[in-house]
Nanobody
Framework: QVHVVESGGGLVPPGASLRLSCKVS????????MAWFRQAPGKEREFVAG????????YYSDAVKGRFTMSRVNDENAVYLQMNNLEHEDTAVYYC???????????????????WGRGTQVTVSS
């Protein structure tokens, strides 16, 4: 049984930073493709960042590139999402997702991930 748990969300003003954490238990973490998605009210779930099991290349959506950084610590069975210079448009529930091998071309597709956390709310408001 694989469990994914996110933490670190909150209410912050525009321009602030937050760091989200995602801890995975069960399975072989260093074999997983890991990703962050987010879903704003009334919108579809969208890809934010992800990396394959080697963790050497991380992919980002255009909306967050240059502001968000995803990191992976295999010894901790964890990934992190450092979010800087937050904007109102970043308000959403952020989900961590995991799966075994995923082709690079499918990395951004939520349907390819079998294991999901319950999400953590990030609200950017002045």
């Amino acid at each position: 049984q694989v469990h994914v748990v996110e933490s670190g969300g909150g209410l912050v003003p525009p321009g602030a930073s937050l760091r989200l954490s995602c801890k995975v238990s069960g399975g072989s973490f260093n074999q997983y493709t890991m990703a962050w998605f987010r879903q704003a009210p009334g919108k579809e779930r969208e890809f934010v960042a992800g990396n394959r099991r080697s963790g050497d290349i991380t992919y980002y959506s255009d909306a967050v590139k240059g502001r968000f950084t995803m990191s992976r610590v295999n010894d901790e069975n964890a990934v992190y999402l450092q979010m800087n210079n937050l904007e109102h448009e970043d308000t959403a529930v952020y989900y961590c997702a995991a799966n075994g091998r995923i082709m690079r071309s499918d990395l951004r597709q939520a349907s390819k991930y079998n294991y999901w956390g319950r999400g953590t709310q990030v609200t950017v408001s002045s």
